[in-house]
Structure formats: C-alpha cells, structure tokens
C-alpha cells in the first residue's frame, strides 16, 4: 500500500494565482485527491485560519479575501510567489524560501496553469532534467549534435534537506525569450519540497545575475497534476505575454512526454529505469524522495520496498 | 499467448514507427532502412517513454525524450548526453517475436510468432478498430451481409480461433474476404481486412465501406447490450 499521503499532506501546494479570482467567483479543484472549493469574498478574514494570507501581504484591497473549503472544512491558506498556496496539515512544514523573490528589478512571472496526466513527481523529474533539451525542445533549449551533458555536481544539503545540483553547462539555441543567439548556458538545480523545483540559469542581458524559473506542481491525483510554472526575471523588454507564451510553449512540448511515459507513476524501484551520469540529480531526487517516505506519485513494488540499498549508482553505468 | 496480427505491412513503410496494442499489452512496431520490422515493449529502459513516439534513424529506433538510440538487435548504441560512452549492454528493451507474412505483420508476445495458414492470394483492404469487446465485434461481422462483385452472397466461416480469423467466400470463386482479429484490449478490436486480389479498386471500396457499417452496428449492439446491463443492476 502506498502511505505517501502521510508525507504529502504536510506541504503546501498553489491552487491559483494571486487576483485571478474576482470577488464573487468561486472555484473547484482538487488537492491529493480531496475535492477543494475555493470563494472569494470581501469579507474580513478569519485570523485564525488565514494569518499566513495577512503576514504574506495581502493589502486587502481590491483582491478580496480566499476561503478555501475542503468537506466543510476551511483549510489555511496563504499567498507566496504569486500564487495562493493551501495545505490538508493542520501543522504543515513551512512553505520554502525563494529569496530572488524580493530582490528589486525582477519580473516576477506567474505563467498560467499546465494540467498534466503524469504523477507530479514525474513532472518535477522531468523539470531537473537536461539531456532532453535537444529533443523535446528542438532549437530553442537545445539542438544536435550539442548533446552532451557533462559532469556536473549534485548534493542533498542537509541543513536545508534539499536537492541541489551545481555546474551545470549545456549548449542553447535560444536559452530564454531575450537571448537572440546560441550561447553555453549555466544552470543550478535545486528541489526545495518533493512537488516544487527551482532552477537558476544565466541571464542574457545581465551576466552577473541568474534568472529564476520554477514550478509548483498541485497533485490533484497521484496520476494527475497541474503544473504552475513561474519565473523572476531581469527582462525589461519582452512583454508579459510574450514571456508567458514561451515558458507555455516549453511546458506544452514537456506534456507530450510527460503524458506518455509507462508507469504514470514514478518508480522508485532502481530496476525499473535506467540512469545514466547524465541522471545524477534524478538519482538523488529519487533517495530524496525515498528517504522521507514521499511516496505520493511513487510507483512502490515490494522489491524496492524490500531491498534497502538505494539503487545503482549512477557513475558506475555510466563509465 | 497466440500469434495475432497488428497491422497490415504496408501500413508501416520503412523508417517509420507506429503502436500497437495486444491483449492491453502496449508495443512500438518499426521497421528500420534494411526493412526488417522490430516489435518491442512500448516503454524506454531509460525513463519508461512510450518507444512509439520515437523516430527511426537508418536501423535504429531513437527514443524521443532523450535520443538514445536502440539497432535491429535492441541493444543500445548511442545516448546522445554521453557521446563518447559505450552504453552498457544491459540496456535493452523487451522484444517480442514479428513475422511479416502475406502483407501482414504478426506478434506473439509470448513465443515465436507462427503465422496461420489462410489463403495466399488476398492483399490488404484496411486496418478498423471497432469500440467493443471482441465477442460483440465478431457477431456483429458474422451477422452481416457481404457478397461480391457480382452480388454473389459470401457465406462466413471461421477458419481459426486463434488468431480468430473470418473468410466470407464461395469455395469455388476467388472472391474470398478475410478478417483478421486482433483484440487490443478489453474494449477495443483491431480487424484487418483483406481480399481476393482480383477484386477491382470500387470493388475494395465497396468491403471497405461494409466495414464501416459492420463497425457501426457493432458499437451500437454494444452500447445497448451495456444499457441493458445497467437497468439490471438498478433494479
Ligand atoms: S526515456 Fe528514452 S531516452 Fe530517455
Ligand atoms: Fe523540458
């Protein structure tokens, strides 16, 4: 039997993004299989339920105040990074920083919602991953023959107990909508919770900085998940929509994968996949997961259940 | 496990991939340059990517997350995020025995594939997927009308239950329609359909708009045999 929920139910996951709803309107969704109404209202809110949305900053102007509703019962709620955040937990862990968040002169880029029928472990797999660029996203993050992945680092940093991946270079066509040309791009990985993953990559226009694109992925299922992608730019020049259509256009190309990988579920039984150097960060967000019981999404045979070793290392197949 | 059609040859041309499905048993069918054809479990080794999606580069089958490229043998030789790396032998995908036999591609799943004896002188009319189980699609067929270029009646008989296979015919005459079942699951039918060679182009069109009504009436036997199932258990 799969216990992940016992995990799961103790992080925060988006639900919408911030003033997308009017006062008024009222919505449906799904959280880890439990069915979510959502109102927005100009009432006052609740202190006890919805702190965390005052400390946030919500200005409560014009934006009106959410409930969110889970079987009757108001579930807390807060706003972070553009998007209102809910949690089953009445004692939830607190929701990760992404301090890039607050520094001045960044776009901060809420992109939409990507509904996708893949476990949302699969999801932020995919998101960590690099050697797919030439492929699924042909001339624009990556092109032939510029395939190769080198060696990079991967650690799980204890203090924060995330997954980081470091010195990460690969070859793009066009790395983000204002480069105009092929350039080396560096990116840096890291995986704050089990359905969120963050990715820092070179700026064109400001070398001396890195933009900040990550995705926030609501399992409304352990099949079924929608993914919030968001990103805190130094852009000036594209337009908003502009912005947003590219990143869709990525995560679309993300879907047809996504959509057609057997088991919908991630396994984490090490026999069933086979990773190469190139999956380091992939191996380790598999322990990761595996180490906290996360297995919300997992696909669990009785062997990986079994058999403590934690799967083949990655250096060994791959050299 | 028996031998069961998937497709008509002709409809997998050289370099090129396709899917098929074999009691819900999911495969990546392609056929590489030299034309041998590959009937392979549809799932990478690497992330578990349908193969079916995947396009063919000279003898090889090239997944499409990754690239990594698998030939005839289905051992990988090429994972484009290491160039230069010998890929371990131990990648490899699961393969299922392929025989292509009298313009049709055949797949056992378990064993070798045999193919069975039906008359040799029948070319591809189409390929058809009938919405309903199998036992629906075959009563369906062998209770409709079908008969010749001449108005001739063909009278149905079953000349294997496995792979279930139809000859509508007068033993005398080369008029012979044969289908072919391939069960794809538990609510889906694949039937390949083929005919005496002589038959002229409107006489092809003539079997395959029966198909057509043959499909019709077999999805809607289905869906009232299911209503029918639903009122019983609201009684
Ligand atoms: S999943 Fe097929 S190459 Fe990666
Ligand atoms: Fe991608």
Redesign the interface.
């Known amino acids: 039997m799969n216990n992940g929920l016992e995990y799961a139910m103790h992080d925060w996951y988006p639900v919408a993004i911030e003033g997308e709803l009017e006062i008024g309107q009222s919505r449906q969704t799904r959280l880890l299989g439990e069915q979510l109404e959502l109102r927005c209202d100009d009432s006052v809110c609740d202190a006890s339920v919805c702190d965390a949305s005052q400390r946030a900053g919500n200005t409560g102007d014009s934006v009106g105040t959410i409930t969110i509703f889970s079987n009757g019962r108001k579930l807390p709620v807060q706003r972070a990074f553009n998007h209102l955040w809910t949690t089953l937990s009445e004692k939830p862990r607190e929701l990760f920083a992404i301090s890039e968040a607050q520094e001045p002169g960044r776009r901060l880029v809420p992109c939409g919602v990507v509904r996708v029928k893949c476990s949302p472990l699969r999801a932020v797999?995919n998101f960590l991953?690099i050697?797919?660029f030439?492929?699924?996203h042909t001339d624009v993050l990556g092109a032939?023959p510029h395939?190769?992945?080198y060696k990079y680092d991967v650690r799980i940093d204890d203090t924060d107990d995330e997954v980081i991946a470091s010195n990460i270079r690969f070859y793009q066509p066009q790395a983000s909508k204002s480069s105009s040309g092929g350039i080396e791009t560096q990116y840096i990985y890291r995986v704050p919770a089990p359905m969120a993953a963050v990715l820092y990559k070179t700026c064109p226009p400001k070398p001396e900085a890195m933009d900040v694109i990550a995705i926030f992925v609501q399992p409304l299922d352990e099949e079924t998940c929608n993914v919030w992608p968001w990103m805190a730019l130094y852009d000036d020049v594209s337009s908003m929509a502009d912005l947003i259509q590219f990143q869709q256009l990525i995560f679309l190309q993300d879907r047809?994968?996504l959509e057609?990988?057997?088991?919908r579920r991630l396994?984490l039984d090490p026999k069933?996949?086979?990773?190469?150097?190139?999956?380091l960060t992939?191996v380790a967000y598999r322990r990761w997961l595996k180490r906290h019981s996360a297995w919300y999404g997992a696909q669990i045979s009785i062997d990986s259940l079994q058999n403590h070793s934690e799967g083949p290392n990655a250096h060994e197949?791959?050299e | 496990m028996t031998t069961t059609p998937v497709a008509l040859a002709r409809d997998l041309p050289v370099q090129r991939v396709m899917r098929a499905q074999v009691d819900g048993c999911?495969l990546a069918i392609w056929r590489g340059i030299s034309g041998q054809v590959q009937a392979w479990e549809?799932?990478c080794?690497?992330?578990?990517?349908?193969l079916s999606?995947g396009f063919v580069r000279q003898d090889s089958l090239a997944c499409?997350?990754?690239?990594w490229h698998y030939n005839c043998e289905a051992v990988c030789h090429y994972?484009?995020?290491?160039?230069e790396?010998q890929?371990?032998a131990?990648?490899k995908p699961v393969t299922y025995s392929v025989v292509e036999h009298q313009g049709v591609l055949w797949v056992n799943t378990r064993n070798e594939a045999e193919v069975p004896e039906f008359p040799e002188d029948s070319i591809g009319i189409r390929s058809i997927t009938f919405d309903c189980p199998l036992s629906v699609a075959f009563e369906a067929c062998l209770a409709a009308q079908l008969s010749d270029e001449a108005g001739l009646s063909l009278s149905p008989r079953q000349l294997g239950d496995a792979p279930l296979i139809l000859s509508f015919g007068n033993q005398q005459q080369a008029d012979s329609v044969l289908l072919l079942f391939q069960p794809s699951d538990l609510a889906n039918v694949v039937i390949h359909v083929l005919a005496h060679h002589s038959y002229s182009v409107d006489g092809r069109i003539g079997i395959s708009q029966w198909c057509e009504s043959v499909r019709r009436q077999a999805e809607l036997n289905h869906e009232v045999a299911m209503n029918a199932g639903m009122e019983c258990t609201h009684e």
């Open positions: 797999e991953d050697a797919h030439p492929f699924v032939e395939t190769e992945v047809s994968i057609n990988q057997i088991p396994p069933m996949e086979i990773p190469t150097r190139a999956d992939s197949l791959a | 999911d549809n799932r080794p690497h992330r578990g990517m349908r999606y499409a997350y990754h690239g994972i484009p995020a290491h160039p790396l890929p371990p131990s990648i």
